[in-house]
């Protein structure tokens, strides 16, 4: 290899550093600060970079803004679909597996410290600037009730649910998984691993009373048999 590939290949590496450098403390300090206070003085000073050189990749702090969001979009995304890749395709044990896929969900794209991000900045600047979180909009809650809604017909067409409109069922699934933790997320609290195995089993037992086969639950819960006066 030749020195002058060496030192492209060298500063190559160091200019994606650089960035990412930039892109890390610039997604620390809109979240401390919202998009309005947020500087580029600080987000230099936290980067240890000058600010000269956060204009140079970033040309200003909108674009910058915009890179924070896909940066950290890219990641939840990528967990995501990780998650969405353990989702039971079998009805054997549905509640059970249901509720352990309600937890990851929660615990690694909902209240991990990408998602509560995304979210604290659709809160504080989703209103003042809508077009910066369309992208989020479409790639995250969009592509995540898209999935689910196709895994639902997948177990659907198997007979383990009884379902007539997906990407309702989906919906409601992520609702109900979020609604015994929406308070304490707001506030941005962190549950406990106890608190995200309580949520999930409500989430899954309400979902399954709503979309189990009928014939499952007999199963599971037979009738009591009259008794036999002789």
Known sequence: MSSGARITGHTQRGQCAKRMSILDAAADVFCRQGFAGASIDEIAAVACVSRQTIYNHYREKETLFVAVIEDVMNRANAMLFSVLSTFPDRADNLEDELTAFAVRLNKNCICNHDGKFLRKLVQTEGERY?????????????????????????????GALTIDDFDVAARQFVALGNADLQMMILLGGTPTDEELEKSARN???????????????EADHPPQLAAISG
């Open 130 to 158: 809508p077009h910066l979180f369309e992208s989020w909009r479409q790639q995250g809650p969009g592509k995540l009730t898209t999935a689910l809604s196709a895994l639902f017909g997948r177990l659907a067409h198997k």
């Open 203 to 217: 989430a899954v037992h309400t979902f399954l009373k709503a979309y189990g086969r009928p014939e499952a639950e």
